[in-house]
Protein backbone atom coordinates (compact mmCIF):
# COMPACT_ATOMS: atom_id res chain seq x y z
CA UNK A 1 0.00 0.00 0.00
CA UNK A 2 2.90 2.56 1.08
CA UNK A 3 4.93 1.93 -2.42
CA UNK A 4 1.43 2.33 -3.92
CA UNK A 5 0.99 5.68 -2.64
CA UNK A 6 4.85 6.89 -2.88
CA UNK A 7 3.93 6.05 -6.89
CA UNK A 8 1.10 8.00 -6.84
CA UNK A 9 2.85 10.83 -4.62
CA UNK A 10 5.48 10.46 -7.39
CA UNK A 11 3.01 10.98 -10.39
CA UNK A 12 1.69 13.98 -9.09
CA UNK A 13 5.32 15.57 -8.06
CA UNK A 14 6.56 14.80 -11.96
CA UNK A 15 3.41 16.47 -13.86
CA UNK A 16 3.09 19.49 -11.58
CA UNK A 17 6.87 19.63 -13.05
CA UNK A 18 5.47 18.63 -16.40
CA UNK A 19 2.71 21.43 -16.17
CA UNK A 20 5.20 24.56 -14.76
CA UNK A 21 6.03 25.37 -18.68
CA UNK A 22 9.09 27.51 -19.35
CA UNK A 23 9.96 28.53 -15.81
CA UNK A 24 9.72 24.73 -14.62
CA UNK A 25 13.65 23.08 -12.97
CA UNK A 26 15.12 21.16 -15.92
CA UNK A 27 15.95 18.39 -13.16
CA UNK A 28 14.02 16.81 -10.39
CA UNK A 29 16.20 15.33 -7.83
CA UNK A 30 13.66 13.11 -5.08
CA UNK A 31 15.18 12.18 -1.81
CA UNK A 32 13.57 10.19 0.88
CA UNK A 33 14.14 9.41 3.84
CA UNK A 34 12.13 7.21 6.93
CA UNK A 35 12.72 9.48 9.56
CA UNK A 36 9.98 12.31 10.72
CA UNK A 37 10.12 15.40 9.82
CA UNK A 38 11.32 16.95 12.74
CA UNK A 39 14.89 14.33 12.60
CA UNK A 40 17.90 16.63 12.27
CA UNK A 41 18.61 14.22 9.31
CA UNK A 42 15.61 15.89 7.17
CA UNK A 43 16.59 19.02 8.60
CA UNK A 44 19.91 18.65 6.86
CA UNK A 45 18.28 17.41 3.75
CA UNK A 46 16.45 20.64 3.65
CA UNK A 47 19.34 22.18 3.63
CA UNK A 48 21.04 20.52 0.79
CA UNK A 49 17.59 20.93 -0.81
CA UNK A 50 17.99 25.06 -0.19
CA UNK A 51 21.61 25.12 -0.96
CA UNK A 52 21.28 22.80 -4.27
CA UNK A 53 18.59 25.34 -5.57
CA UNK A 54 20.93 28.40 -4.82
CA UNK A 55 23.98 27.10 -6.90
CA UNK A 56 21.71 25.98 -9.61
CA UNK A 57 19.93 28.88 -9.71
CA UNK A 58 16.47 26.77 -10.03
CA UNK A 59 17.75 23.85 -12.42
CA UNK A 60 17.73 21.43 -10.31
CA UNK A 61 14.82 21.13 -7.72
CA UNK A 62 15.23 18.96 -4.48
CA UNK A 63 11.95 17.57 -3.27
CA UNK A 64 12.70 15.97 0.35
CA UNK A 65 10.26 13.10 1.32
CA UNK A 66 10.24 12.59 5.25
CA UNK A 67 9.16 10.12 7.35
CA UNK A 68 8.36 7.30 4.51
CA UNK A 69 5.84 8.84 3.09
CA UNK A 70 7.25 8.06 -0.81
CA UNK A 71 9.77 5.12 0.32
CA UNK A 72 11.63 3.89 3.02
CA UNK A 73 15.40 3.94 2.64
CA UNK A 74 15.80 0.28 1.82
CA UNK A 75 13.55 0.55 -1.11
CA UNK A 76 14.51 4.12 -2.06
CA UNK A 77 17.55 2.66 -2.75
CA UNK A 78 16.10 -0.17 -4.44
CA UNK A 79 14.54 2.49 -6.76
CA UNK A 80 17.99 4.15 -7.48
CA UNK A 81 18.22 3.55 -11.26
CA UNK A 82 14.75 3.44 -12.03
CA UNK A 83 14.17 7.23 -13.04
CA UNK A 84 11.77 7.54 -9.38
CA UNK A 85 14.64 8.36 -6.82
CA UNK A 86 17.82 10.09 -7.88
CA UNK A 87 19.25 10.18 -4.35
CA UNK A 88 18.93 8.40 -0.76
CA UNK A 89 21.09 9.28 2.65
CA UNK A 90 20.99 5.69 3.90
CA UNK A 91 23.12 4.42 6.86
CA UNK A 92 26.16 3.06 5.58
CA UNK A 93 25.10 -1.28 6.96
CA UNK A 94 22.47 -1.18 3.96
CA UNK A 95 25.02 -0.26 1.31
CA UNK A 96 26.98 -3.29 2.47
CA UNK A 97 24.20 -5.37 1.20
CA UNK A 98 25.35 -4.13 -2.02
CA UNK A 99 28.96 -4.77 -1.67
CA UNK A 100 30.33 -6.47 1.17
CA UNK A 101 33.45 -4.29 0.73
CA UNK A 102 31.80 -1.36 1.67
CA UNK A 103 31.25 -3.26 5.28
CA UNK A 104 34.98 -2.19 6.19
CA UNK A 105 32.55 1.35 7.20
CA UNK A 106 30.97 -0.89 9.86
CA UNK A 107 33.84 -2.73 11.46
CA UNK A 108 34.32 -1.97 15.37
CA UNK A 109 36.55 0.89 15.95
CA UNK A 110 37.56 1.21 11.82
CA UNK A 111 37.03 5.26 11.72
CA UNK A 112 36.75 8.24 14.11
CA UNK A 113 35.61 11.58 14.46
CA UNK A 114 39.05 12.76 13.92
CA UNK A 115 39.98 10.71 10.90
CA UNK A 116 36.70 11.89 9.33
CA UNK A 117 37.18 15.39 9.87
CA UNK A 118 40.47 15.07 8.42
CA UNK A 119 39.64 16.50 4.93
CA UNK A 120 42.53 14.21 2.65
CA UNK A 121 40.82 11.27 4.90
CA UNK A 122 37.01 11.77 4.24
CA UNK A 123 37.74 12.65 0.50
CA UNK A 124 39.89 9.58 0.14
CA UNK A 125 37.28 7.24 1.51
CA UNK A 126 34.68 8.26 0.05
CA UNK A 127 35.91 7.61 -3.64
CA UNK A 128 37.06 4.19 -1.99
CA UNK A 129 33.56 3.16 -1.54
CA UNK A 130 31.78 4.63 -4.38
CA UNK A 131 34.51 2.62 -6.44
CA UNK A 132 32.79 -0.52 -5.11
CA UNK A 133 29.10 0.56 -5.69
CA UNK A 134 29.44 2.38 -9.13
CA UNK A 135 29.35 -0.73 -11.25
CA UNK A 136 25.62 -1.34 -9.73
CA UNK A 137 24.72 1.81 -11.21
CA UNK A 138 25.44 4.05 -7.61
CA UNK A 139 28.04 6.78 -6.99
CA UNK A 140 28.51 7.93 -2.97
CA UNK A 141 29.30 11.46 -3.07
CA UNK A 142 29.63 12.02 0.67
CA UNK A 143 29.56 9.88 4.08
CA UNK A 144 27.31 12.01 7.40
CA UNK A 145 28.02 11.04 10.75
CA UNK A 146 24.81 9.21 12.28
CA UNK A 147 26.25 8.41 15.83
CA UNK A 148 28.74 7.23 18.37
CA UNK A 149 26.87 4.68 19.43
CA UNK A 150 27.02 3.20 22.83
CA UNK A 151 24.92 0.60 25.54
CA UNK A 152 21.47 1.30 27.23
CA UNK A 153 20.20 -0.77 30.08
CA UNK A 154 17.30 -0.40 31.99
CA UNK A 155 18.11 -2.35 34.95
CA UNK A 156 21.89 -3.20 34.85
CA UNK A 157 24.72 -0.43 35.55
CA UNK A 158 27.54 -1.94 33.26
CA UNK A 159 31.32 -1.08 33.81
CA UNK A 160 33.20 -3.96 32.04
CA UNK A 161 32.91 -5.93 28.99
CA UNK A 162 31.71 -8.59 31.25
CA UNK A 163 29.23 -7.01 32.91
CA UNK A 164 27.28 -7.40 29.71
CA UNK A 165 27.26 -10.86 29.38
CA UNK A 166 24.42 -13.18 29.07
CA UNK A 167 22.13 -9.61 27.92
CA UNK A 168 19.73 -9.42 25.40
CA UNK A 169 20.06 -6.29 23.38
CA UNK A 170 18.69 -4.77 20.37
CA UNK A 171 21.49 -4.22 17.88
CA UNK A 172 21.54 -3.37 14.42
CA UNK A 173 24.60 -3.80 12.18
CA UNK A 174 26.54 -6.04 9.50
CA UNK A 175 27.81 -9.49 10.07
CA UNK A 176 30.97 -8.69 11.56
CA UNK A 177 29.22 -6.35 13.99
CA UNK A 178 26.72 -9.34 15.08
CA UNK A 179 30.18 -11.42 15.44
CA UNK A 180 31.55 -9.29 18.00
CA UNK A 181 28.02 -9.06 20.05
CA UNK A 182 28.13 -12.64 20.01
CA UNK A 183 31.86 -12.81 21.01
CA UNK A 184 30.49 -10.14 23.96
CA UNK A 185 28.23 -13.23 25.07
CA UNK A 186 25.35 -10.96 24.03
CA UNK A 187 22.01 -12.06 22.41
CA UNK A 188 21.82 -9.84 19.70
CA UNK A 189 17.98 -9.08 18.80
CA UNK A 190 16.34 -7.02 16.12
CA UNK A 191 13.76 -5.04 16.26
CA UNK A 192 12.29 -1.52 15.06
CA UNK A 193 13.65 1.27 16.41
CA UNK A 194 9.63 1.87 17.67
CA UNK A 195 9.88 -0.60 20.07
CA UNK A 196 12.93 -0.59 22.05
CA UNK A 197 11.06 1.49 24.94
CA UNK A 198 8.37 -1.11 24.92
CA UNK A 199 10.70 -4.05 24.52
CA UNK A 200 13.02 -3.22 27.17
CA UNK A 201 9.85 -1.66 29.82
CA UNK A 202 8.41 -5.51 29.41
CA UNK A 203 11.25 -7.29 29.76
CA UNK A 204 11.90 -8.80 26.36
CA UNK A 205 15.33 -7.25 26.13
CA UNK A 206 17.64 -6.02 28.57
CA UNK A 207 18.73 -3.03 27.09
CA UNK A 208 19.63 -1.51 23.08
CA UNK A 209 22.54 -0.01 21.24
CA UNK A 210 21.48 2.79 20.11
CA UNK A 211 22.69 6.78 20.03
CA UNK A 212 22.15 9.73 22.33
CA UNK A 213 18.86 10.82 20.12
CA UNK A 214 17.48 7.36 20.50
CA UNK A 215 18.45 7.31 24.27
CA UNK A 216 17.01 10.81 24.82
CA UNK A 217 14.00 10.92 22.70
CA UNK A 218 12.51 7.07 22.19
CA UNK A 219 13.74 5.28 25.25
CA UNK A 220 14.02 8.06 28.02
CA UNK A 221 14.97 7.23 31.46
CA UNK A 222 13.61 3.95 31.31
CA UNK A 223 16.89 3.38 29.68
CA UNK A 224 18.80 4.56 33.11
CA UNK A 225 22.01 3.26 32.66
CA UNK A 226 24.58 4.11 30.02
CA UNK A 227 28.13 2.40 28.66
CA UNK A 228 29.98 4.34 26.48
CA UNK A 229 33.70 2.68 24.37
CA UNK A 230 34.67 5.34 22.46
CA UNK A 231 34.83 4.33 18.87
CA UNK A 232 33.37 1.31 19.04
CA UNK A 233 30.99 1.60 16.54
CA UNK A 234 30.69 5.44 14.84
CA UNK A 235 27.81 5.05 12.83
CA UNK A 236 27.19 6.70 9.10
CA UNK A 237 25.13 7.65 7.08
CA UNK A 238 26.36 7.47 3.25
CA UNK A 239 24.94 9.88 0.54
CA UNK A 240 24.00 7.30 -2.42
CA UNK A 241 23.04 9.09 -6.17
CA UNK A 242 21.92 7.23 -9.26
CA UNK A 243 24.72 7.53 -10.75
CA UNK A 244 23.44 7.31 -14.47
CA UNK A 245 21.18 10.29 -13.33
CA UNK A 246 24.10 12.24 -12.05
CA UNK A 247 26.39 11.72 -14.94
CA UNK A 248 23.90 13.22 -17.08
CA UNK A 249 24.00 16.47 -15.68
CA UNK A 250 26.17 19.25 -17.10
CA UNK A 251 29.84 19.41 -15.12
CA UNK A 252 28.34 23.01 -13.55
CA UNK A 253 25.22 20.98 -12.20
CA UNK A 254 27.43 17.99 -10.85
CA UNK A 255 29.79 20.35 -9.53
CA UNK A 256 26.56 22.02 -7.58
CA UNK A 257 25.11 18.87 -6.03
CA UNK A 258 28.71 17.34 -5.14
CA UNK A 259 29.90 20.96 -3.19
CA UNK A 260 26.67 21.28 -1.48
CA UNK A 261 26.95 17.66 -0.20
CA UNK A 262 30.45 18.44 0.64
CA UNK A 263 29.89 21.78 2.47
CA UNK A 264 26.68 20.13 4.57
CA UNK A 265 28.59 16.85 5.59
CA UNK A 266 31.71 19.05 6.84
CA UNK A 267 29.53 21.09 9.46
CA UNK A 268 27.36 17.83 9.97
CA UNK A 269 30.48 16.06 11.63
CA UNK A 270 30.77 18.66 14.23
CA UNK A 271 27.13 19.56 15.07
CA UNK A 272 26.02 16.12 15.12
CA UNK A 273 28.60 15.53 17.35
CA UNK A 274 27.93 18.37 19.59
CA UNK A 275 24.41 17.62 19.64
CA UNK A 276 25.05 14.36 21.32
CA UNK A 277 27.00 15.50 23.42
CA UNK A 278 24.04 17.60 25.06
CA UNK A 279 21.61 14.76 24.66
CA UNK A 280 23.87 12.61 26.97
CA UNK A 281 24.22 15.70 29.67
CA UNK A 282 20.23 15.75 29.09
CA UNK A 283 19.91 12.09 30.34
CA UNK A 284 22.43 12.64 33.13
CA UNK A 285 20.42 15.42 34.47
CA UNK A 286 17.54 13.45 34.48
CA UNK A 287 19.31 10.93 36.74
CA UNK A 288 20.82 8.64 34.43
CA UNK A 289 24.38 6.87 34.86
CA UNK A 290 26.24 6.87 31.98
CA UNK A 291 29.76 5.37 32.71
CA UNK A 292 32.54 5.67 29.67
CA UNK A 293 35.10 2.95 29.56
CA UNK A 294 38.85 3.98 30.28
CA UNK A 295 41.79 3.39 28.31
CA UNK A 296 42.77 0.00 29.86
CA UNK A 297 39.30 -1.07 28.73
CA UNK A 298 39.17 0.63 25.40
CA UNK A 299 41.99 -1.79 24.70
CA UNK A 300 40.37 -4.96 25.83
CA UNK A 301 37.31 -4.09 23.43
CA UNK A 302 39.65 -3.27 20.62
CA UNK A 303 41.16 -7.10 20.75
CA UNK A 304 38.28 -8.26 20.84
CA UNK A 305 37.30 -6.11 17.46
CA UNK A 306 40.38 -7.57 15.71
CA UNK A 307 39.24 -10.95 16.39
CA UNK A 308 35.85 -10.46 14.80
CA UNK A 309 37.09 -8.64 11.79
CA UNK A 310 39.67 -11.28 10.90
CA UNK A 311 37.16 -12.66 8.39
CA UNK A 312 37.07 -9.61 6.82
CA UNK A 313 40.13 -9.07 6.28
CA UNK A 314 41.12 -12.54 4.69
CA UNK A 315 37.88 -12.06 2.42
CA UNK A 316 38.77 -8.42 1.17
CA UNK A 317 42.26 -7.99 1.82
CA UNK A 318 42.02 -5.12 -1.38
CA UNK A 319 40.24 -3.13 0.55
CA UNK A 320 42.03 -3.36 4.26
CA UNK A 321 45.25 -2.31 2.08
CA UNK A 322 43.43 0.49 0.16
CA UNK A 323 42.38 1.80 3.39
CA UNK A 324 45.58 1.03 5.20
CA UNK A 325 47.34 3.33 2.85
CA UNK A 326 44.83 6.16 2.83
CA UNK A 327 45.01 6.10 7.01
CA UNK A 328 49.22 6.38 5.92
CA UNK A 329 48.95 9.33 3.36
CA UNK A 330 46.59 11.08 5.30
CA UNK A 331 48.32 10.95 8.16
CA UNK A 332 45.27 9.61 10.20
CA UNK A 333 44.61 6.18 12.53
CA UNK A 334 41.73 4.54 13.69
Known sequence: MKSAIGRFILAAVLGA???AGPARATETLILPNEVATTHWKTDYQKQFSDLVNQKTGGKIDVKVFAAGQLYNEQDALAALGTGAVQMVWPVSVRVETIAPQTGILNLPF???DKMMTNACFSSGLTQMISSYVESRGLKVLGL????DLFFIFSGKEVKKMEDIQGTKVRVTGGRVFLDTMK???ISPV???ASEMSSAMSQGAIDGVFSSPAGWAEMIGISGKYGWYVPGFQLSTYAVVVDKGWYDKLAPDLQQAVSSAIDEISK????????ADEKLIQKMKDQGAKFHVADEAEIARWRKLAEESTTPFDKAHPDVV???KALEASCGVGG
Open 17 to 19: TAI
Open 110 to 112: AIS
Open 190 to 192: SMA
Open 321 to 323: GKF
Open 183 to 185: RLG
Open 267 to 274: REWIEAKA
Open 144 to 147: MRTA
